[in-house]
């Protein structure tokens, strides 16, 4: 556990768990392990950041970090991703004509916290704010196809797409899906970096499979990866 101490032991204990979040989800034993603190006191902290939604659990009952953690961070006026992101997602729909969608991942679930939608037609919309699978579709691929070895061996895991299929997207550096997520929908995404070259985010669009085909990466693959390119150098020059 960290020596750093603010000299309020209960806010370092708290800050311990929401740092071992950071990494991903933890059960209350990988609570434990990653901060040091007593089981019985990990416990009752997670509990009490879980009362006011700084921590939440995933499907598997893990603790992961809480929706009031992003709300918190867009309040202070610190998220300079949104603030990049949304003018871009707005020009990268006009090009394709196609719905645009920003997403990062929480826990395990990618969770979509920008969109431009279009504006007539057929459309995939992506509400802000929702939570998705991280084991189908574009932007899970690209949010997992950089992880670590073993966290990439863990996230393949019951997925619609394989080790194989991560590798192919490393090499291209966009993804594609044809159903996966939803029958019929479409969708091409290419990652955000930040300025050390770790993937923090997606950007995606999506549609019908009947006007995206059913080779979108070869059509979008290119506007999406340059859209998230541009992105990623504005995130590095606003550093």
Same mark, same amino acid.
């Given at each position: 556990?960290?020596? &750093?101490? %603010? ?14 979040? /950071? ?17 019985? =006191? ?14 939440? !659990? ?8 809480? +929706?009031?953690?992003? @709300? ?23 090009? =394709?004509? @196609? ?5 990062? !991942? ?20 992506? +509400? ?19 992880? @670590?070895?073993?966290?990439?061996? !863990? ?15 490393? !090499?291209?550096?966009?993804?594609? %899906?044809?159903?996966?997520? /939803? ?5 091409? %995404? ?9 993937? &923090? ?6 549609? +019908? &499979?009947?006007?995206?085909?059913? =080779? +979108? ?13 541009? &992105? ?6 606003? %550093?």
């Amino acid at each position: 556990m960290d020596d &750093i101490s %603010s000299g309020v032991g209960v806010l370092d204990k708290a800050a311990h768990i929401l740092d071992a979040l /950071e990494s991903g989800p933890l059960t209350l034993a990988g609570l434990v392990a990653a901060t040091g603190l007593a089981r019985p =006191t990990a416990h009752r902290l997670a509990t009490a950041l879980e009362h006011h939604r700084l921590v939440a !659990r995933d499907l598997n009952g893990r603790f992961v970090l809480g +929706p009031r953690v992003g @709300e918190l961070a867009g309040a202070a006026g610190e998220d300079k991703l949104l603030a990049i992101a949304n003018p871009i997602l707005i020009a990268l729909r006009d090009a =394709t004509k @196609e719905s645009a969608q920003l997403y990062r !991942r929480q826990g395990d679930q990618r969770i979509c916290v920008a969109a431009a939608e279009r504006m007539t037609g057929l459309r995939d919309t992506v +509400p802000v704010g929702v939570g998705l699978t991280m084991s189908a579709g574009s932007a899970a691929q690209i949010l997992l196809a950089w992880e @670590e070895p073993d966290r990439l061996h !863990r996230g393949i895991q019951g997925a619609k797409f394989t080790a194989s299929d991560l590798s192919a997207v490393r !090499r291209r550096g966009w993804a594609q %899906s044809l159903g996966e997520r /939803e029958p019929g929908v479409a969708s091409v %995404s290419a990652p955000i970096r930040s300025v050390n070259g770790k993937v &923090i985010a997606a950007v995606s669009i999506s549609g +019908p &499979i009947e006007r995206l085909t059913r =080779t +979108p990466g070869r059509i979008h693959g290119m506007a999406v990866m340059t859209a998230a390119n541009r &992105i990623s150098e504005m995130l590095a020059a606003r %550093s």
